[in-house]
């Protein structure tokens, strides 16, 4: 459905039971205010005939016969009998002192809620209960306004009694019947000059959204041409930069990268026993630190030699990925002295070279920090494969840095995996553990460089 019929649909649901709404309340107001506005004018009315005959109300309980008589004179004429057929008088116990219908006179009935408020000095007006005791003696079968009328003492001003009237309401009926329908027509007028000035403005913008769609769409359809031509473009930038990392391991056998990666890291091992040394508090433990960093040494040692030989790294190209981080673990445990913690998936997919230098070279390059900066504490690896995407995460319990920085020399490893893993159109990130310790992972898409030949 387009927008305008959406509107059409549900703004006129929503305007129609607004106006509903508007119409009854309006029409409640009305009706409510009519029937206090002809309330206070009979009050008025009454008042000026019922207060005179009604003072001795003050001490009495009953209106004497004299006055009873008088009041029966004026209220039997036939414009008060057609107007107001029913009228009584009521003290505040309830007791009736006077009453146009014969036999109600001094009879007691329970206080009805008109005769309360009017007690207290208001006027109050509502249609007469057919059920009501009082009236079931009556007879009362048609419909009348109750009006309550507080009576009050010449001098004090105080309510002596209240004033009953049923009046007629037929014409009453009539006027609020023309005041529900002239509401109702302008709430209905109003609301469907609203709608349809709503109607409009939608249906304007409406077709100027439309035009805007289908220009939108036209660009769309151009950048996803571009979009799309980008990615090959991307695509092949990254199989690319592979290629180059793999021709850089192979032909400068890491002139640079892998003299920090490898023996640097050895040799920075090596620095860190000679500070073991000097703490020994034994010959024995002095041995024991002599001996690691002689076995440190040599196989730095044996590692540069190698490098001149052309020999960068251990057999890996053949070996799963799995296997290549449990050959960096054994080979950092036997160092060390600590333990790692490995979790790794099997890879079902066949990964390139270039992914398999760059993940050893993370673990190796993981695990050297992991020891010199948390004391190897916590040392985990874990490895998965998400879809097409490898993750390969390395975390200990300690710190970058004393204070949160990294340092030169690990700033400068960070670096250079940071190089190898964008190389391959991976993600590289360095975080701290919200429960201490810091955080190092690899993101690198396999599927798409597997199949590359």
């Excluded at 929503?14 to 004018?41: H, Q, R």
């Excluded at 709430?187 to 349809?196: E, K, Q, S, V």
């Excluded at 390969?392 to 700033?411: A, E, K, W, Y």
């Excluded at 690899?442 to 597997?450: H, K």
Aim: some cysteine; glycine content about 10%.
């Amino acid at each position: 459905m387009s927008l305008t019929h959406q509107f059409a649909l549900t703004g006129s649901v929503i305007m129609l039971v607004a106006m509903m709404a508007a119409g009854w309340f309006t029409a409640k107001i009305a009706s409510k205010v009519t029937i206090e506005n002809t309330a206070s004018a009979t009050a008025l009315l009454l008042d000026s005939i019922l207060e005179p005959l009604t003072q001795e109300l003050a001490t009495a309980e009953v209106l004497s016969v004299g006055q009873a008589a008088e009041l029966d004179r004026y209220l039997g004429e036939d414009q008060f009998k057609q107007r107001f057929p029913y009228l009584e008088i009521w003290k505040a116990s309830g007791r009736i002192a006077y009453s146009t219908t014969p036999g109600l006179a001094g009879q007691t009935f329970p206080p009805p809620d008109g005769l309360v408020r009017a007690l207290e000095g208001q006027v109050s007006a509502q249609y007469a209960d057919v059920f009501e005791r009082s009236n079931l003696i009556r007879n009362i079968s048609g419909k009348y306004l109750e009006i309550y009328v507080p009576l009050r003492e010449d001098r004090s001003g105080r309510v002596i009694a209240v004033a009953e009237i049923h009046e007629s309401s037929a014409s009453l009926e009539r006027e609020l019947w023309w005041l529900r329908l002239k509401t109702w027509l302008a709430i209905g007028g109003a609301t469907a000059l609203i709608m349809t000035g709503l109607f409009g403005i939608v249906y304007r913008g409406n077709r100027l959204i439309r035009l805007q769609q289908r220009q939108l769409h036209e660009r769309l359809v151009e950048i996803e041409h571009t979009s799309q031509h980008n990615q090959i473009l991307k695509e092949r930038a990254q199989r690319a930069s592979g290629r180059v990392a793999e021709l850089t391991e192979n032909n400068l056998r890491r002139v640079g990268a892998d003299l920090h990666d490898g023996p640097a890291q050895l040799i920075g091992l090596a620095a860190l026993t000679v500070e073991h040394v000097r703490r020994a508090q034994t010959p024995a433990k002095r041995e024991e630190e002599l001996q690691l960093l002689n076995s440190v040494l040599s196989e730095a040692l044996g590692d540069i030699r190698t490098m001149s030989k052309g020999l960068m790294l251990p057999e890996i190209e053949g070996l799963p990925l799995p296997d290549i981080i449990r050959r960096v673990v054994s080979d950092h445990e036997r160092r060390t002295g600590t333990k790692v913690a490995v979790h790794c998936d099997e890879i079902p997919c066949a990964l390139t070279y270039a992914i398999k230098i760059c993940a050893y070279r993370f673990v190796q390059e993981g695990l050297n920090n992991a020891f010199r900066h948390a004391g190897g504490n916590g040392q985990l690896i874990t490895c998965k494969l998400d879809g097409a995407a490898l993750h390969l995460v390395m975390q200990d319990d300690g710190g970058i840095g004393p204070s949160g920085t990294v340092g030169r020399d690990f700033s400068l490893g960070l670096v250079g995996l940071r190089d190898r893993v964008e190389s391959l159109g991976g993600v590289f990130c360095v975080s701290q553990r919200t429960s201490g310790g810091t955080r190092v992972e690899m993101t690198v898409v396999v599927a798409e460089a597997s199949q590359d030949g």
